[in-house]
């Protein structure tokens, strides 16, 4: 009897954790072809190695990213260990050099596995009163000749903007790779991999996804032979999505351009706000003027935008009253922003910068929101009732 084709335009939810190979010589091909580490094999062996469905989602990403090639992980952690891999190779590994202004997972990572436990030597470079010092930089890549850098296009929470074209020039001048974390970004704003970039990692939960109900991550880059050596990790680790999520994630993409385009807006009219109240201190927002990478900003994103992260500070006569107007504040807009420890989501939420961070932004005063695309006026007078409450 004639299989009937089913005439969905959409890739369906393959949940198979191994695949039919019919015989012993398929088999053979299948597990010699496999040695190859390809995106995309001709036959598939089983989940953990590479899924139908992951792959249709991974070209879905390869279309907003521009690249050659995407390859999906369980979260933006794992898609940072996994893009990290190729660069160890055993007592020959080099010295990693990382810039500080960094997701703190990504630091606690860094020292708690990379030097801990696997014994790295990895070194890091500090903005100056933030902003990144190019020729200090420079300097650093002579003196260390590290394998790779790693940065962030926007950095969390202070939201730095790096000059990725500046440090991806540097960088090969001294033939150093360049991995770019472009979550806060997005390839909406900006795409590292046309200035250089050997890799680019999102943590696919924030804006791919969009909606706070799923986590992934995802390594991008144009160079086949990284790709392989991903693959290949990824596949030993079992790193690989689940075929679920990649579908979830997939159709969630689809709105991201017109999801995200909201958000900057939203965060560029609520920064500009914000920076006008006065019990608020400072705003960090890089679409601002008086940002210090402001002007890096315009350049690299080309006037499109700024992303949709905003870090303010609230006034106080001393500490003790900051965390007082904070908590007062939380508890204020609770209602319509909540406390939720990550970002993206499609309605303003916000995190404590003391409480996550500590030591390293002590000023209990500090908020960051990542800003949604609920109508604006909505979000805007959410927190100026706030505001206007706290004066009294």
């Not at 990382?98 to 500090?126: C, H, N, W």
Request: a neutral charge.
């Amino acid at each position: 009897m004639k299989r009937k084709v089913i005439n969905s335009s959409r890739m369906p939810v393959y949940r198979d954790a191994g695949f039919e190979l019919y015989d012993a010589k398929t088999t053979a091909d299948a597990f010699s072809n496999e040695t190859e580490h390809s995106r995309k094999p001709d036959l598939y062996i089983y989940s953990r190695y590479r899924n139908p469905t992951v792959v249709s989602a991974e070209e879905e990403i390869m279309k907003l990213e521009g690249s050659e090639w995407a390859l999906l992980t369980q979260s933006g952690m794992s898609a940072i260990d996994t893009a990290l891999s190729v660069f160890q190779h055993g007592k020959g590994t080099g010295l990693w050099f990382f810039f500080t202004e960094i997701y703190g997972g990504t630091i606690s990572f860094i020292e708690s596995v990379l030097k801990a436990k696997r014994g790295l030597d990895i070194q890091y470079f500090t903005p100056d009163n933030g902003n990144y010092d190019l020729v200090k930089f420079e300097k650093a890549i002579y003196d260390l000749k590290p394998e790779f850098v790693y940065i962030e296009t926007i950095s969390n929470p202070m939201l730095i903007v790096a000059d990725v074209t500046g440090i991806s020039d540097i960088a090969k001048k001294y033939g150093v790779k360049v991995v770019v974390d472009n979550t806060f970004a997005t390839p909406w704003l900006y795409k590292p991999l046309n200035d250089g970039a050997d890799i680019v990692i999102h943590s696919a939960t924030k804006y791919f996804s969009g909606h706070g109900n799923l986590t992934a991550g995802v390594i991008c880059g144009n160079d086949v032979q990284i790709m392989q050596s991903a693959v290949e990790y990824r596949k030993f680790v079992g790193h690989t999505l689940s075929p679920d999520d990649a579908y979830s994630l997939q159709t969630q993409i689809q709105t991201f351009e017109l999801r995200f385009a909201r958000q900057c807006s939203n965060a560029y009219k609520l920064a500009e706000y914000l920076d006008r109240m006065s019990l608020i201190k400072k705003v960090w927002y890089p679409g601002l003027i008086n940002h210090p990478t402001n002007l890096i900003a315009d350049k690299l994103f080309n006037k499109k935008g700024f992303g949709a992260m905003i870090t303010f500070d609230l006034d106080g006569r001393d500490l003790a009253e900051k965390r007082i107007r904070r908590d007062k504040f939380i508890e204020l807009v609770s209602e319509k922003i909540k406390l939720i420890p990550t970002l993206g989501d499609p309605r303003t939420i916000l995190m404590p910068v003391e409480a996550v961070w500590g030591a390293k932004y002590p000023e209990p005063g500090m908020i960051r929101l990542s800003v949604g695309f609920e109508e604006y006026s909505e979000l805007e007078g959410t927190i100026s009732r706030a505001l206007d409450s706290m004066k009294g």
